[in-house]
């Protein structure tokens, strides 16, 4: 709803794109200064409670969004610092909820657990921008804030109902902290040449949102066409996800990151461009890779980092894949100006193409295997592959009973 939301929200006020934009980086910005801030505290504190704390600020930043826009008296600078607001909350949520699946399911049921989760985010991803469209039409953005911020007090209640865990982290200082968590990133090469990949699939992907719209309303249906694009990415990451639900490859990153090449069809479809049905089809299939290999990346993850730095790791995973998309939102368009917009699409297609093949081909990559596989391990594996931790034996006796339902991701 928020994607919805706050673009129309800021062109109320602010009347230009650039007032979107401005909103837009105001919620970026802090996610990734404060991700790496977010994963050191997720991994000393017992991560429920950091998810209830970030569930409650960012409630209390939408409400605040809500009064502000229902009352006439909202400003640009406070959409800015409520979508500040936002993405402060989601880099302590984001670490914690990652670490948190592997204290709450059962080791074998991570991947049905990675996959329910991302089943749950993608069907309200296809109906909450709907449902958001209709409440700003009808009555304007400050009710899609309104119950954006209920959505968090839900999200907190449900979790205070879990068990809690209990931090597994020794506390030292911050850096030294920091540094652990980095050279557990660093001494696997799956784990480091996954993070480069998606830093570099995202700067290239942006050339698509950016220049997509430009094409749809120049030589397709405009709005309404691009709109019907983007609903098939959305259909897809729902079927992916479903997918992962049974499906399991003996290689799943391997597997993974080949079928995810797929996506560099849509930005060559848009360069004749060919007819909208055909870019959605092909936006479901990449949209169904995607949602089924970052399920295979996340319970990779949470297989094999120890469980007490596993929320830096994933820190340093989100820092990585957001680094670099203002970069690429903000080159698209100049690029298109100086090369060209079919170039320019090619060369983003290019760029997701070689870039998935590559990293599948990553010996560290290739060699990660299912659990249950039996097979020889490389050097890499055995020196840095699965460790025990505090939970361990607790997470064995809590084999023996049936998995608890996975919780909600915000």
């Not at 990293?359 to 699965?386: F, Q, Y």
Request: hydrophobic share 55%.
């Amino acid at each position: 709803m928020v994607l919805v939301a706050v673009p129309f929200a800021a062109l109320q006020i602010g009347g230009s794109p650039t007032a979107v934009g401005l909103v837009f980086a105001a919620g970026l910005a802090p996610r990734i200064a404060l991700t790496l801030v977010g994963g050191v505290w997720a991994d000393r504190l017992p991560r429920q409670h950091v998810m209830i704390a970030a569930d409650l600020v960012r409630g209390v930043g939408q409400a605040a969004g809500a009064f502000v826009l229902l009352t006439g008296y909202a400003e640009l600078w406070q959409l800015a610092l409520i979508a500040a607001i936002h993405g402060s909350g989601a880099a302590f949520f984001t670490p914690a909820a990652s670490g948190f699946i592997p204290e709450t399911v059962s080791a074998p049921r991570l991947q049905q657990a990675n996959a329910l989760i991302g089943i749950s985010r993608n069907v309200f991803a296809v109906v909450g921008p709907a449902l958001a469209g209709v409440l700003i039409y009808a009555f304007g953005p400050g009710w899609a804030y309104a119950i954006d911020a209920l959505t968090f007090g839900l999200s907190a209640s449900l979790l205070i109902r879990l068990p809690a865990g209990v931090p597994l982290l020794a506390r030292k200082k911050f850096m030294a902290d920091l540094v652990e968590g980095w050279r557990e990133v660093t001494a696997r090469s799956w784990v480091w040449a996954s993070i480069l990949y998606f830093a570099v699939w995202n700067f290239a992907t942006a050339a698509f949102f950016v220049l997509g719209p430009v094409v749809s309303d120049r030589e397709l249906g405009g709005a309404r066409d691009w709109g019907l694009i983007l609903s098939g990415g959305a259909i897809g990451s729902v079927i992916g996800s479903l997918l992962a639900l049974r499906f399991r490859p003996r290689r799943p990153l391997f597997v993974g990151y080949l079928l995810i090449s797929v996506a560099a069809l849509q930005p060559i479809l848009l360069v004749r461009p060919f007819p909208v049905l055909v870019i959605a089809a092909a936006g479901v299939v990449a949209w169904v890779t995607l949602a089924f290999t970052v399920t295979l990346w996340q319970t990779a993850l949470q297989e094999r980092i120890p469980r007490e730095a596993l929320s830096r790791v994933v820190s340093y995973d989100w820092l990585g894949s957001l680094v670099l998309m203002p970069l690429g939102f903000a080159v698209a368009g100049p690029l298109a100006d100086v090369i060209g917009i079919d170039a320019t699409l090619w060369l983003a297609a290019g760029l997701l193409f070689v870039s998935s093949v590559a990293v599948a081909l990553v010996p560290g990559v290739r060699r990660i295997t299912r659990l249950d596989e039996v097979s020889p391990l490389g050097e890499e594996e055995v020196e840095h592959g699965p460790k025990a931790s505090l939970a361990d034996a607790d997470l064995e006796a809590a084999q023996a009973l049936p998995a608890r339902p996975s919780h909600p991701v915000g």
